[in-house]
């Protein structure tokens, strides 16, 4: 009332600013995951192909432009779910579906979980995910992952032993594909300076982190 009533406040974008940051914060609660979309971004359907389905695109009373014809804001009509399905998207129209390969090694309980996380969250994009039992050395683990014309090599194990296991794996992959590591250890700065670059864990985010993957794996 004090801006001159509801109307005066829309012409203004002041409804449309309050109501679009919200939006905002929830996507990036969504990319994060600290919202779940089931079968979204997070427990996809590891098999799931879009074909000829698209998803319906959201249009205001201006035709989906940022402003109408008296330039008055638009609000932001994007599905929470949006960024993860054109991301997936993007991957199956490129013709190329990435292998992601777990290279499961050492402590069962740790890589086991390190494993099925690692599968539901390149899953999310649309990658092929290909889980393992267990490797003794980390060097037949990357001979079965070339064998198995993978594009990733996600290293699975615990915080204590990436110390033993991931420069050795790293240096025998030689760049062949790309190496990731399931996990945020206390070893991460040793890590990275032996030119390890890829970390995915709970507290990345995980739409940022994948649009990154698909740049450079669907070239």
């Known amino acids: 009332e004090e801006e001159g009533g509801f109307y005066n406040a829309v012409k203004a974008g002041k409804v449309q600013a309050a109501v679009n940051e919200s939006n905002k914060a929830r996507h990036a609660d969504i990319a994060k995951r600290k919202e779940v979309l089931l079968g979204t971004n997070q427990f996809p359907n590891f098999n799931e192909k879009a074909g000829e389905k698209q998803p ?18 638009t609000l932001n009509f994007d599905r929470a779910a949006s960024e993860f399905e054109a991301l997936r998207l993007e991957t199956e129209a490129s013709g190329k579906r990435p292998k992601a390969f777990m290279l499961t090694i050492g402590n069962l309980a740790m890589r086991q979980a390190r494993a099925q996380f690692s599968c539901n969250f390149l899953a999310c994009a649309g990658y092929e995910v290909v889980d393992n039992l267990g490797f003794p050395t ?82």
């Not at 319906?56 to 804001?73: I, Q, R, Y």
Request: proline share 3%.
């Open 56 to 73: 319906l695109k959201a249009t205001n009373c201006c035709g989906g432009h940022d402003t109408c014809e008296k330039d008055v804001p």
């Open 138 to 219: 980390v060097e037949e683990g990357v001979e079965a992952a070339m064998a198995a014309k993978a594009d990733i090599v996600v290293l699975c194990s615990s915080d204590d032993e990436y110390v033993e296991y991931a420069v050795p794996a790293f240096k025998a992959l030689n760049g062949r594909a790309m190496f990731i590591v399931a996990g945020a250890p206390a070893c991460m700065d040793e890590l990275k300076a032996a030119g390890i670059e890829n970390f995915i864990h709970v507290r990345v985010n995980v739409l940022e982190t994948l649009k990154e993957y698909n740049a450079k794996l669907l070239k």
